[in-house]
């Protein structure tokens, strides 16, 4: 992949996108915030309403037609999610509800049943806190060692505090492969090989990458991996759990409830094969063939030209960002190791009031802690401002970020 180069048709993609189509506040809207969630094109509304018009009946369950079909689609949906990410076969795909639950299913499923007290588990600095919180329960309720992988100074994990941290009693290690503030990209490799030396597992939190960049689980590795729908033109209430699959069926399941048996006596329940031991109950299976169509969208562009357009997105907002005056940029300034996330401060406005302030002129980015509250710790910061790009953002709306930044400093004399 070369230099900087816009390589979509972003004014066919935005046509897709309906919602971008409107003013607010009396200007054109200009959305920036679709690291927290994207927006979704016209073909996954579609195959969503087709289904509720012409195929809805609960999978699984009917030997009658309509039933059939939408099991069909559902199975469809899991084997194009599992070509997209590489994935041997599409029985390593689990559907939950988001990525938090994919993580909290391997929290309880996997390292409450596998890890003993005084093993130990490494995460790192700059983790979401659904890579975080369900960690930091665990290792108090069983006596699990947390360990942090550092960031150097540029935002960057650092490989020299891994090694100083990997004992062998390392039995998991999880980490963010795209960072939701910093932006940071990380090399899964390296992590991956040395994790699997000492004989520990790995989970890659890739609700930031698969969105944005190809991603492959066999060429990576790792031994699960999780994102959610809704931040890849998906719906909302559909994320995944990839796992290799003699991990999935040593693992008892999650929840438990109906469709995860295969039978049930008065004797007890026997386990269904998987994934279906771990999709408790009636699937989002709307949803999914939702997600599936979503995957058919960005497949059609292209993984490697998603990145680049992105790549050249960042590049282009770092640049123009840092003729602000008083703009502080947070985290990697090179464009080639960082995602479509640009974190920044404005001197002496809190990060709340210019959320504000840019409304006012349309433009919508994030404000506050992203979710990373040990991380803004880290960084000596209370909060932050985040724009983050996808598929139908151009250099135009880096453009109007910084016209309104300009506007918001004169409100503000700073
Ligand atoms: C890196 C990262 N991990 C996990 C999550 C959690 O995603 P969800 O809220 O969809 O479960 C997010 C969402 O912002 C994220 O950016």
């Known amino acids: 992949m070369m230099g900087n180069e816009f390589m979509l048709d972003i004014a066919r993609i935005r046509a897709d996108f309906p919602i971008l189509n409107q003013s607010v506040n ?14 979704k094109p016209l073909p996954v509304l579609q195959a969503m309403e087709e289904v509720y018009r012409y195929a809805y009946a609960n999978v699984h369950r009917g030997v009658y037609r309509l039933s059939e079909l939408a099991t069909e689609r559902y199975d469809q949906a899991r084997a194009k999610i599992a070509r ?75 490989l020299d505090a891994l090694e100083a941290l990997l004992t062998e009693r390392t039995r998991l290690v999880s980490f963010a492969h795209v ?3 910093l932006g ?55 994320g995944v759990l990839y796992g290799k699959r003699d991990l999935l069926e040593a693992m008892p399941p999650f929840l438990t409830g109906g469709d995860m048996i295969s039978m049930v006596d008065f004797d007890g329940p026997q386990w269904n094969d998987v994934p279906l ?4 109950g009636t699937p989002a299976f709307v949803e999914a063939i939702g997600l599936g169509a979503a995957v058919d969208y960005l497949s059609a562009l292209g993984m490697p030209a998603v990145r680049q357009h992105e790549q050249a997105m960042t590049a282009y ?14 985290g990697p300034t090179d464009s080639r190791i960082r995602g479509g996330v640009v974190t920044f401060t404005l001197d002496r406005v809190h990060p709340h009031d210019l959320a504000t302030l840019l409304d006012a002129e349309g433009v919508a980015i994030r404000a506050g802690h992203h979710c990373a509250q040990p991380l803004h710790i ?16 151009e250099p135009a709306d880096v453009d109007a970020l910084v016209e309104a930044l300009y506007k918001a400093k004169l409100a503000l004399r700073r």
């Open 84 to 158: 997209f990410i590489g994935a041997p076969e599409p029985e390593c795909i689990v559907f939950t509800r988001n990525a938090t639950e994919a993580l909290n299913l391997l929290a309880y499923a996997y390292a409450r049943h596998f890890l003993k007290p005084g093993d130990e588990l490494l995460i790192t600095e700059l983790e979401h806190h659904a890579n975080f919180v369900p960690w930091q329960v665990l290792a108090r309720e069983r006596d699990i060692v947390l360990k942090f992988i550092p960031i150097t100074a540029e935002g960057v994990l650092s």
């Open 179 to 181: 960072s939701n503030v």
């Open 317 to 330: 907002a770092l640049e123009r960002l840092s003729e602000v005056n008083g703009v502080r940029i947070i």
């Open 26 to 39: 009396g200007k054109p809207l200009v959305f920036l915030d679709s690291a927290a969630s994207s927006q």
């Open 277 to 280: 031991k771990f999709e408790a």
């Open 378 to 393: 880290r960084l000596g910061l209370n909060a932050t401002a985040r724009a983050s790009f996808y598929i139908y953002n």
């Open 184 to 238: 940071t990209i990380t090399d899964p490799a390296p992590i991956i090989q040395r994790a699997h030396q000492v004989g520990a597992r790995v989970i890659v939190d890739a609700s930031q990458s698969v969105p944005h960049m190809p991603v492959n689980v066999m060429e990576m590795d790792c031994d699960f991996l999780v994102f959610s729908g809704h931040k890849m033109l998906g719906p909302t209430g559909i």
